[in-house]
């Protein structure tokens, strides 16, 4: 599958008929929400594992140094922390567009903080996508999110702005925080 999932997501029928859905944000989505949105709660999905196994080419790299960024690996019995959006069906025109590089749309559960529960959209990167790293150790990951930088600003600060959100979000996720603790020390390094 070519990495540009653009047209692939706007064949889907997911949106006819909506003027609303809820999509859910687990990656930039949670802490660069630069989109227009009605109201937007904490949520949590299951059965999916936030991971730093999709390339970037356009956001946090380049075609010939891609970045590292975050997907979503199925996992039984995981549970995995994030924001959901209540948005405007519209509003994909600009998110489709943003989540280009090898994302589609696929459908999922939302769990809310109250015990509600919704259908959301949830934008996944999977390994049959052009863009698709896959795995590599916590300590492999930090070092090449290091050396990459793209048009939207460093590979780090992707991976730092997500930690903080995280925790803003008192999400457990021990691969992303692994990560920062490996780029914290190779920062520090750095600028010694
Ligand atoms: C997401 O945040 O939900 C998708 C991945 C990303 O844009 O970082």
Known sequence: MSANTISINKQNHQLDGKDHVWLFGYGSLIF???F???QR???IIS???RRFWQGSHDHRGTPDNPGRVATLAPESGALCRGM???ISTDTFDYL???EKNGYLRLTTTLAFDDGNRAEALVYIATEKNEAYLGPASESDIAQHIHRCVGPRGTNSNYLFELAN???DLDAVDDHVFEIERHLLILS????A
């Open 165 to 167: 959100a995280l925790r």
């Open 41 to 43: 709660q904490p949520a």
């Open 32 to 34: 660069k929400a630069d």
């Open 188 to 191: 520090d390094t750095t600028s």
């Open 47 to 49: 059965d999916w594992q």
């Open 36 to 38: 227009h949105y009605l």
């Open 84 to 86: 959901a959006y209540m």
């Open 96 to 98: 489709d567009f943003r």
